[in-house]
């Protein structure tokens, strides 16, 4: 049986989307076309291009296998799918804005008269309706909600944002987080248990690109006599690998896994402890 996972047309995670897949060795055969389906040089495994919004439901209801999208989408759509883990990109919140000549200071400055712009009606009423306010209209929009309170349209809005330039640009205050979000792999249920070997296969994978991060591998030769003074510098993730020279030997070849911030650092103190021919590596996947 084949594997579909749906992942992101357009927009901000589409790239990334791509790109984690294709460092996790699932490399697409056509993504430049963006065609509704593109095979993978794995022959059991497809992928699906589409609105990141439809991902979560596609998910529950067994289109697709798997999926990477939003947090705050798959909370929107209610779906009754299984969170597999953290993507560590797409961090964003969705947030309580209203103008900032606006008297709105607080959730509790809604009244009923006024309305709330939002392109997530369905958290937006949840969120409303846990703050007491049962009676106000909510206007759903398909995009640029920033603008609908200089329209008219709204007296204050709910609307994503990752640093809050584009409300500040609106002249918007935020009064409230409602969610923190970022994007997650998603399966469908089912598909965890009559697909499991392939989906632990994709999983692998992934979690592999994230472990690697920004991490570096480091080489080195030395001499034995300088040793302990090259392990006294290195911050491993656990203590550095030792092998045998063999046509030389009084040196040792070393190696080591570190973050990428620490390499500029580290590779001047390794030379003044007494490391040669040190090769700096990137790492592509760590798995654990």
Same mark, same amino acid.
């Given at each position: 049986?084949?594997?579909?996972?749906?992942?992101?047309?357009?927009?901000?995670?589409?790239?990334?989307?791509?790109?984690?897949?294709?460092?996790?060795?699932?490399?697409?055969?056509?993504?430049?076309?963006?065609?509704?389906?593109?095979?993978?040089?794995?022959?059991?495994?497809?992928?699906?291009?589409?609105?990141?919004?439809?991902?979560?439901?596609?998910?529950?209801?067994?289109?697709?296998?798997?999926?990477?999208?939003?947090?705050?989408?798959?909370?929107?759509?209610?779906?009754?799918?299984?969170?597999?883990?953290?993507?560590?990109?797409?961090?964003?919140?969705?947030?309580?804005?209203? =103008?900032?000549? /606006?008297? $709105?200071? !607080?959730?509790? @400055?809604?009244?009923?008269?006024?309305? %709330?712009?939002? *392109?997530?009606?369905?958290?937006?009423?949840?969120?409303?309706?846990?703050?007491?306010?049962?009676?106000?209209?909510?206007?759903?929009?398909?995009?640029?909600?920033?603008?609908?309170?200089?329209?008219?349209?709204?007296?204050?809005?709910?609307?994503?944002?990752?640093?809050?330039?584009?409300?500040?640009?609106?002249?918007?205050?935020?009064?409230?987080?409602?969610?923190?979000?970022?994007?997650?792999?998603?399966?469908?249920?089912?598909?965890?248990?009559?697909?499991?070997?392939?989906?632990?296969?994709?999983?692998?994978?992934?979690?592999?690109?994230?472990?690697?991060?920004?991490?570096?591998?480091?080489?080195?030769?030395?001499?034995?006599?300088?040793?302990?003074?090259?392990?006294?510098?290195?911050?491993?993730?656990?203590? =550095?690998?030792? /092998?045998? $020279?063999? !046509?030389?030997? @009084?040196?040792?070849?070393?190696?080591? %896994?570190?973050? *990428?911030?620490?390499?500029?650092?580290?590779?001047?103190?390794?030379?003044?402890?007494?490391?040669?021919?040190?090769?700096?590596?990137?790492?592509?996947?760590?798995?654990?």
């Amino acid at each position: 049986m084949k594997l579909k996972i749906a992942i992101p047309s357009k927009g901000r995670i589409s790239d990334p989307s791509i790109e984690i897949l294709e460092r996790a060795g699932l490399r697409l055969k056509d993504s430049t076309n963006r065609k509704l389906m593109s095979k993978t040089f794995n022959p059991n495994i497809d992928v699906m291009f589409t609105r990141a919004s439809d991902i979560p439901t596609f998910v529950e209801e067994g289109i697709v296998d798997m999926g990477i999208t939003g947090h705050d989408l798959i909370k929107e759509k209610d779906a009754n799918v299984e969170e597999l883990f953290d993507l560590d990109f797409g961090q964003t919140k969705l947030v309580l804005a209203s =103008p900032e000549t /606006s008297d $709105i200071k !607080s959730v509790n @400055d809604l009244t009923s008269d006024m309305r %709330v712009a939002t *392109e997530f009606p369905n958290l937006t009423k949840k969120y409303l309706e846990e703050n007491g306010i049962t009676d106000i209209e909510i206007v759903k929009l398909a995009g640029s909600t920033e603008i609908a309170p200089l329209i008219g349209i709204a007296d204050a809005i709910t609307d994503l944002t990752s640093t809050g330039t584009t409300l500040k640009t609106n002249h918007l205050k935020i009064i409230d987080t409602i969610l923190e979000s970022s994007i997650k792999l998603i399966a469908n249920k089912d598909s965890l248990k009559e697909k499991e070997n392939l989906i632990n296969a994709v999983e692998t994978g992934i979690k592999g690109v994230i472990n690697a991060g920004n991490k570096k591998l480091l080489l080195m030769n030395v001499n034995k006599n300088d040793l302990n003074k090259v392990k006294d510098v290195i911050p491993a993730m656990s203590g =550095p690998t030792i /092998s045998e $020279i063999l !046509s030389k030997e @009084d040196m040792v070849a070393v190696q080591t %896994v570190v973050d *990428e911030e620490v390499v500029f650092t580290l590779v001047n103190n390794l030379r003044l402890a007494g490391a040669k021919d040190i090769l700096v590596v990137p790492i592509e996947r760590v798995i654990n």
